[in-house]
């Protein structure tokens, strides 16, 4: 396979160190669980931001004025073959941390499944239907299984 080259860009404080490497694996995980059609050398990036920022470019983008967990801005079609800049994905530190603690869950885990999601996107997934909304959640689930990740939406079948 060509080599995916993983940019992990910091622009607020407060991150653990140890998330670059989270936000790698969990590309990767995504990556090899998708199988999409990888023709050549590719990359995206990783924004490690804050809500302020976050807020900015959901309102410039998605014409919402609020934070939101997860971005991502695809670069290529959804489904074609990977190769070149992919896009980019951005967190939001603040309200992963709040919606961790809100889910009970750690934030570690709730900011791989969040980029796997992000990752997801950037190659063509989406929920903006019910079916394709399963799709995803199958797959992301299954994933995550491959990381050590409970499933992130076994609550909500509940």
């Not at 670059?20 to 999409?36: M, N, Q, S």
């Not at 499944?113 to 959640?137: K, S």
Request: net charge negative.
């Amino acid at each position: 396979m060509p080599p995916l080259e993983i940019a992990v860009i910091r622009n607020a404080d407060g991150w653990p160190d140890d998330f670059d490497a989270l936000a790698e694996r969990a590309v990767l995980a995504a990556l090899a669980g998708a199988k999409p059609k990888v023709t050549g050398a590719a990359e995206v990036s990783i924004l490690l931001t804050d809500d302020a920022e976050q807020r900015e470019l959901n309102s410039q983008w998605r014409g919402k004025d609020s934070s939101t967990n997860v971005l991502s801005f695809p670069q290529i079609e959804p489904f074609e073959p990977v190769i070149g800049l992919l896009g980019d994905i951005t967190l939001a530190r603040e309200t992963l941390e709040r919606e961790a603690a809100e889910l009970d869950k750690s934030l570690q885990d709730h900011f791989t499944h969040l980029v796997v999601h992000g990752f997801l996107h950037i190659l063509g997934y989406d929920h903006l239907d019910e079916d394709e909304a399963l799709e995803m959640e199958r797959l992301e689930t299954h994933i995550l299984a491959g990381l050590g990740i409970a499933d992130p939406y076994a609550d909500e079948a509940s």
